[in-house]
């Protein structure tokens, strides 16, 4: 053999589709360090959440940390071609890329902890009652995660549905009608005095089971309280509102009826306070009322804790303390 066949580099055939690697030659592909990279990146995403700084901190939350676990599906995909073209699947490299990816898309796209706001230590300068006559349960309501599902978001870290019971039973018959419903076209009062700046109310209801995938909160008022504190209820039944945007309300006035609008399958009353009127990028206020009775015990000041499970009557029942004025019932 001659000097230059020597150094002649030897020729390799063109690779195909498939093609079948050495188990020996573990090359780290673009995909897996991708999925590191990506968990590294949530992983700080969560430290800088959980500093609570505000606008930052909110926005690497609520649109940082979901965005990265949208992008584990079509980064899992490119992987999963690679390992079948690739053989052998099971390599060391690629069962980081892809545990990695699975913790990166279950945090990312199951929300399963509370959300971190800095508005905490926040109160309110006037007092807030009850937004309905009668007895109501809480679905959703309290501090804590296990009893109100709402906690894992930002905007409604402290917010509530309600719904009121008849006979320990929020519906007659089987519920599957919406006028099964007590809560269905039973009035809704504001809790506190305000102005209202954003008002729907022509967003259809859907019947129970059924709801509306591209609008949460369906037909529903936005009350501007003060400065930095912005009331919001949903779900109300349509065409029932009775104020406009840029009126006056009054504590106790009737301004819309409870309905099955927007995101929700079973008719109930959703009420949370924000630090912005934005939705739902913003910061949830921690919303307590005054003079209430829960269970039957007289509350002055409380957050009515829900139940773990939102279709079961399992929450504290509660009703104000002191009825509405007469002066603010409407005829229904």
Same mark, same amino acid.
């Given at each position: 053999m001659s000097e230059q066949e020597k150094v002649q580099p030897e020729e390799r055939a063109p690779r195909g589709l498939y093609e079948r690697l050495k188990s020996e030659d573990d090359r780290w592909e673009m995909w897996a360090k991708i999925g590191v990279?990506?968990?590294?990146? @949530?992983?700080?995403?969560?430290?800088?959440?959980?500093?609570?700084?505000?606008?930052?901190?909110?926005?690497?939350?609520?649109?940082?940390?979901?965005?990265? /676990?949208v992008l584990t599906l079509p980064i899992s995909f490119w992987g999963l071609l690679r390992a079948l073209f690739r053989p052998?699947?099971?390599?060391?490299?690629?069962?980081?890329?892809?545990?990695?990816?699975?913790?990166?898309?279950?945090?990312?796209?199951q929300p399963m902890v509370t959300a971190p706001v800095s508005t905490g230590d926040w109160t309110a300068d006037q007092e807030y009652k009850l937004p309905f006559d009668g007895e109501w349960v809480t679905l959703a309501g309290g501090d804590k995660r296990k009893t109100n599902y709402h906690a894992t978001t930002s905007a409604h870290r402290w917010g509530y549905d309600f719904a009121p019971v008849i006979d320990g039973s929020r519906y007659r018959s089987d519920g599957k009608a919406l006028e099964d419903h007590h809560c269905y076209g039973t009035p809704v009062?504001?809790?506190?005095?305000?102005?209202?700046? @954003?008002?729907?109310?022509?967003?259809?209801?859907?019947?129970?089971?059924?709801?509306?995938p591209n609008n949460i909160l369906g037909n529903h008022l936005v009350i501007r309280v /003060?400065?930095?504190?912005?009331?919001?209820?949903?779900?109300?039944?349509?065409?029932?509102?009775?104020?406009?945007?840029?009126?006056?309300?009054?504590?106790? @006035?009737?301004?819309?009826?409870? /309905?099955?609008?927007?995101?929700?399958?079973?008719?109930? $009353?959703?009420?949370? $306070? @924000?630090?912005t009127r934005a939705f739902p990028i913003s910061e949830s206020l921690p919303l307590r009322f005054s003079d209430y009775l829960a269970d039957g015990e007289p509350v002055e000041l409380g957050m009515p804790v829900g139940s773990p499970d939102f279709e079961e009557v399992n929450g504290q029942i509660v009703e104000n303390q002191q009825p509405w004025p007469e002066l603010n019932v409407e005829d229904d």
């Open positions: 990279a990506m968990l590294v990146l @949530q992983t700080v995403a969560f430290a800088v959440a959980y500093m609570r700084l505000g606008n930052i901190s909110l926005y690497t939350h609520a649109v940082m940390i979901p965005m990265l /676990g052998p699947i099971f390599r060391r490299s690629r069962t980081v890329g892809f545990v990695a990816l699975v913790i990166v898309g279950l945090v990312g796209n009062r504001t809790p506190v005095g305000g102005t209202v700046i @954003q008002a729907m109310g022509g967003e259809p209801d859907f019947q129970p089971g059924e709801f509306d /003060g400065e930095g504190e912005y009331l919001f209820m949903a779900h109300l039944k349509q065409r029932s509102l009775t104020v406009a945007s840029g009126d006056e309300v009054e504590a106790g @006035q009737k301004v819309a009826e409870c /309905g099955n609008s927007g995101r929700t399958t079973t008719p109930h $009353l959703h009420i949370h $306070l @924000q630090n």
